[in-house]
């Protein structure tokens, strides 16, 4: 029925028309448009987050607060986390996601394009107005925003920040919705839900969870802009509310936006270990799902952010059980990593440099997960510096780690050009020595006491927080090479054939980059996503004897 | 134009000018799933702000605080069954749409309609003889915030209803087999009445 369908509209216009520049400026609703303009854009906001985190190092290079005022510390730490959470890691995803999922599943654009576009084009508003904030008056509340500090710091600056949230939510609400049902009900007829690429699996699993938290996010900050703009006194103690429910409604979706933000790149991982160490991937369905029940679980912990919020100790007990148990479906899928590595061939380049160093980076943050999970530590460390070291062991060795993997990997895909593999691995090292720098000492620093969020400390802290400062400038410095790379290769990179890495999943059978309608025919599938080394010639790509895995596009190899 | 999603078409048109390009890739229509998915969504901010209700009244010492005017129940209550009356009603459209009969259509959703703007019209006037505002007490607080956003919904159903009563009015725009439409704004309506039966149950009832 399709490929009769093709060939009608085959030899009119579309079929050859070309992608413009300019189209990426545009309301398009290409998914693959859309994914490069959400992993651009997250990019540029990346940068901003990152010159504001350098800002705090450098305030925190020294005891007192000398190089901004408290006040602009504030805002520094404040936007910092929101830009990098809900504008660089979240956005980031949903471009992944985007430009991935129709490829990998076979199916030509998502289930609702024009949508699409839209939940994109409510990024950079949001985005810009939170960035605005700083020379207006700016949030000064943290990103977690909690009452009745934030309805103490200023009305304008708090009042854009929901607005930007707000407006960041909805997009990811309606990307989510499209990630859902283009996963359950667009994929090409030949292929199960059990031969679909483990990205599309950790998708489903990220979009269950934006669907579920977000709009409960967006309830408690509903009654956070009547509490500061109308008077009302739902979180503020002094009119008879209550601030702990804003804290459960928070932490409701924020504890499984860490979710959101390092599921789609457990996916990644997925795909990517596999090709460059020429293996299958090790336990398909217990990767699969083991994304499933982090979800699930990642429902039900929030209130470890809230051990010494009063919260009662039967509730403690309760949540940090949950908390612990999450530490195994996201041990199964480390070990289903490792053990598809292991004794493979493995190719040392970029993408899987980032993604093993992704292995081993987040680890440490997840059993400094469950060091935190645990209630009498927790009541230690609490909203000291070893909670900042963790998350960022989790955000930046996980997720960031995971994105840099994902765009090496499927850099050539997306641009027809291969990348500069000399500068992605001093990028890689630079990124390593300057991530391991900054927030190795933090465990430390924590444990001794300090607390975070505050421009000034103790002079005994100092060495460790110059350490932590040279750290943040190496990881500055390393996002120049990755820059220079990515615009380089762009533009002047060699030219990528259909398939570099001789990989199996149906985004690599077509045209790098792809046509505007993904396939010129639908693929059918002949082999597993992940079928490297089984019953093929030892490169892992299919015999010559074999039946092409598609019929007619796949030009290159 | 209405019965069919192809995400391809939008593709199409970007590059042919021409609106009418053939479908080449049918798969079912998914925008009623889309919409299922997008009330699961929509229920969840309901959800949240029902619990933060619930948790406010709990840890209160007194609810409704004393001191609070009293409410009364006659007119929310006649609103409770006029919505609820308005979702049969709604149903009739479908009935009718899927016989064919636009003319039903027209006639029950702007039934509807009607039927919603007297439930927004009484809420309004029930707001207008309360001796309480939104900032007297939390418990004011939480009843204008939960009524007020419900009604925001119903506003934006009847908005829903009436686009399609606009689009009726072009022959042949909805018929047996194409009606997306419809379908789309009767769900919604049943969704609105339904956060309602809870959000009287809360508010009024316990």
Known sequence: MTTQAEMQIAPSAHAHAERKWWHYFTFCEDHKVIGLQYLVTAFFFYAIGGALATAIRTELATPASDFVTPDTYNSLLTLHGTIMIFLWIIPAGAGLANYLIPLMIGARDMAFPKMNAMAFWMVPPSGIALVLSFFLESPQAGWTSYPPLSLMTGKVGEGIWIFSLLVAGTSSILGAINFLVTILKMRVPSMTIHQMPLFCWSMLATAGLILVGTPVLAGALILLAFDLLAGTSFFNPTGGGDPIVYQHMFWFYSHPAVYIMVLPLFGAISEILPVHARKPIFGYKAIAYSSLVISFLGLIVWAHHMFTSGTPAWLRMFFMITTMIIAVPTGIKVFGWLATIWGGKISFNSAMLFAMGFIAVFVIGGITGVMLAAVPFDIHVHDTYFVVAHLHYVLFGGSVFGIYAAIYHWFPKMTGRMVNETLGQIHFVLTFIGMNLTFMPMHELGLLGMNRRIAFYDARFTTLNQVATVGAYILAVSTVPFLINAVWSWVKGAKAVDNPWNALTLEWQTSSPPAIENFEVLPVLMTGPYDYGEHHSENGALPPSAEPVLTGSSSGS | ?206
């Open chain 2, 1 to 206: 134009m209405q019965g069919t999603v192809d995400p391809n078409k939008a593709a199409l048109n970007y590059h042919n000018e021409e609106v009418v390009a053939p479908a080449h890739e049918e798969h079912p229509d998914l925008r009623l799933f889309g919409l299922l998915v997008f009330l699961g969504a929509e229920s969840m901010i309901f959800l949240g702000l029902f619990v933060a209700y619930l948790t406010f009244r709990a840890v209160y010492p007194s609810w409704p605080p004393e001191g609070t005017p009293e409410r009364e129940l006659v007119l929310p209550a006649i609103n409770t069954v006029i919505l609820i009356a308005s979702s049969f009603i709604i149903h009739n459209a479908d009935t009718a749409i899927k016989k064919n009969d636009v003319k039903g259509l027209r006639t029950w959703f702007s039934i509807t309609a009607i039927m919603g703007a007297v439930f927004l019209m009484g809420q309004l006037y029930e707001y207008s003889k309360l001796e309480f505002g939104l900032t007297t007490n939390l418990y004011a607080s939480t009843f204008y915030v939960l009524t007020g956003f419900h009604g925001l919904h119903v506003f934006l159903g009847v908005c829903l209803i009436l686009a399609v009563l606009w689009r009726a009015q072009k022959a042949g725009h909805y018929s047996d087999h194409d009606h997306f439409g419809v379908e789309a704004a009767e769900l919604y309506w049943h969704f609105v009445d339904v956060v309602w039966i809870v959000l009287f149950i809360l508010l009024y009832l316990l």
